[in-house]
């Protein structure tokens, strides 16, 4: 699986877009980019995938650039509840395993 | 649906102490997999089950078995525990065919080795 650089930190306002960027430069044209998110100490939930057009449902939008080089999660209107640490993961969606590599992901810290 | 479920939430074991950790999960899902995550840092597969009656290794696999002998259950078992196995233990599942693939995550055991 592609490896992928994703800011250590970011903060936004609430009420305001949150845009995180995810740069997964080596991702191979079957490998899908996914996200999800950690909210502290809790398991990490699912937010969004895509392997190269972009992708809103009910929580984000997905941005991918052309050359899939890189991609950004975009939160819409960001509130205190979305304040957690996001990962972006590049993979094949039918890896033996359906294994998920985290990296350390960007804390997201949302404030009033 | 409960989803994915773990018990316990928390525990504390002495070094050289036993424990098996027990996910359970109500989806049908085919895939499961046990992740163990330090502070700071991301999660890690230990190991990980394919289907009823499988187990595969992961990345972190020493230390720790595991046994899928029902499809709905997934348990984790530290033979002899050390200070190193201190950490959260996540389990997750998912449908493990084509498509989405979304892994669902349990909420998290705490463990502490002395």
């Known amino acids: 699986d592609a490896k992928t650089t994703q800011p250590t930190s970011m903060d936004c306002a609430e009420g305001r877009a949150a845009n995180l960027p995810c740069n997964h430069s080596t991702i191979s044209g079957n490998e899908y980019v996914y996200w999800y998110r950690q909210i502290h100490s809790q398991g990490p939930q699912y937010i969004i995938h895509?392997?190269?057009n972009n992708e809103t449902n009910e929580m984000a939008s997905l941005i991918i650039t052309e050359d899939r080089k890189s991609s950004t999660l975009i939160l819409p209107h960001a509130t205190l509840r979305d304040t957690a640490v996001y990962y972006c993961?590049?993979?094949?969606?039918?890896?033996?395993?359906?294994?998920?590599?985290f990296g350390e992901g960007t804390q997201l810290t949302v404030n009033p | 649906n409960a989803g994915v479920t773990q018990t316990p939430k928390f525990r504390v074991l002495k070094t050289g102490q036993s424990m098996t950790l027990l996910c359970a999960q109500d989806?049908?899902?085919?895939?499961m997999y046990w992740y163990r995550q330090d502070p700071g840092m991301g999660l890690r597969l230990i190991h990980y089950s394919v289907g009823e009656g499988t187990t595969a290794k992961g990345e972190v696999p020493d230390g720790y078995n595991v046994s899928r002998l029902k499809k709905q259950n997934f348990l984790l078992g530290l033979e002899s525990a050390a200070p190193s196995q201190t950490s959260v233990y996540f389990c997750a599942s998912n449908r493990g065919t084509s498509g989405t693939n979304e892994q669902f995550f349990g909420p998290g055991t705490r463990l502490t080795v002395l």
């Open positions: 993961i590049v993979r094949v969606a039918e890896t033996s395993g359906s294994r998920l590599t």
């Open positions: 989806m049908n899902h085919e895939y």
């Open positions: 895509g392997l190269k």
